[in-house]
Every structure is written in structure tokens, then in C-alpha cells.
């Protein structure tokens, strides 16, 4: 399978049964923006920037509850940071822990931030994708042929 086998991987192996390199050409093409280069693997670009900008994939979003448990943390990281740093006398521990504490924030919010931005380009970047790469004609979703009944 490779190094880089996760869920995107396996929809594209199971869908498409492409190779790793072609899955990582469809794979940078649509997180990039861009088409494909070869347009055999066109059908699967398409449908994974549709897969994308649906939200079907859980690696690319972050649940709603650990982006709240950030932003309490944080808050809660600030607070504590800010409280050791006013109540401590000169340079003893508190102080050193308050430091800590408003680092800790810093870094959380800047986590937070990166994460949100790079969500927005990889949906804006698929949805660039999908216009620049047609749907294939010739991949219709093949209609369920009903199961047959034994009358006796």
C-alpha cells in the first residue's frame, strides 16, 4: 500500500483501483487546484473534489467539539498565563509557569488558525479542481437491477 495509505488512498484504490503514483497525481492535482495531467485519471479527480468539497472525508475537517476544546484551552491556557504572571513577584516560578502558560495560547491559536485556513484552500483548491475537470460521461452510476423473486 505505501507510506501515505489513509482514507483518501483507500477511496481512490477501491474506486478507481489506481496505482500510488496515480493516486497521488489525482490527490495533488485537486488539493492544488488544478487539472490532471493525464485524462484517464480525470473521472477520479472529479469525484474526489466532489468527495472533498462534501465534507466525506473526516482528515480533512475537524469535529466541531475539538475546535471548541481548543478554543477553551486556549482561553484556559491565557487566563492561567496572565494570573501567574500578575500575582508573581519578579522572576520566581509563577512567573516562568505564567510564560509558559501565554506560550501555550499563542501556540493553540496559531494550531487553530493554520488548521482553518489550510481547510478553506484545500476546499477552495477542489472546487477549482472540479470546473477545470469535467465529469466523464462514460462513469454513470450503474442501476441496481432489482433482486428476482421465486414465485412457486
Given at each position: 500500500m505505501g507510506m501515505g495509505y489513509d482514507p483518501i488512498d483507500k477511496w481512490?484504490?477501491?474506486?478507481?483501483?489506481?496505482?500510488?503514483?496515480?493516486?497521488?497525481?489525482?490527490?495533488?492535482?485537486?488539493?492544488?487546484?488544478?487539472?490532471?495531467?493525464?485524462?484517464?485519471?480525470?473521472?477520479?479527480?472529479?469525484?474526489?473534489?466532489?468527495?472533498?468539497?462534501?465534507?466525506?472525508?473526516?482528515?480533512?475537517?475537524?469535529?466541531?467539539?475539538?475546535?471548541?476544546?481548543?478554543?477553551?484551552?486556549?482561553?484556559?491556557?491565557?487566563?492561567?498565563?496572565?494570573?501567574?504572571?500578575?500575582?508573581?513577584?519578579?522572576?520566581?516560578w509563577q512567573a516562568a509557569l505564567g510564560i509558559l502558560g501565554l506560550s501555550g495560547w499563542s501556540m493553540l491559536t496559531f494550531v487553530n488558525g493554520m488548521q482553518a485556513r489550510r481547510n478553506k484552500r484545500i476546499h477552495q483548491n477542489a472546487a477549482v479542481a472540479m470546473q477545470l475537470t469535467p465529469a466523464s460521461p462514460s462513469r454513470k452510476p450503474k442501476p441496481r437491477v432489482p433482486a428476482c423473486r421465486l414465485i412457486i
Open positions: 481512490l484504490l477501491q474506486q478507481y483501483s489506481l496505482p500510488p503514483l496515480d493516486r497521488e497525481q489525482v490527490r495533488t492535482a485537486v488539493f492544488q487546484g488544478r487539472q490532471v495531467d493525464n485524462p484517464a485519471l480525470a473521472p477520479a479527480a472529479h469525484d474526489l473534489a466532489a468527495k472533498v468539497l462534501g465534507g466525506e472525508f473526516r482528515v480533512l475537517r475537524m469535529s466541531t467539539g475539538m475546535q471548541w476544546a481548543n478554543v477553551i484551552a486556549a482561553v484556559a491556557l491565557a487566563g492561567a498565563g496572565m494570573r501567574l504572571l500578575v500575582t508573581s513577584r519578579l522572576w520566581d
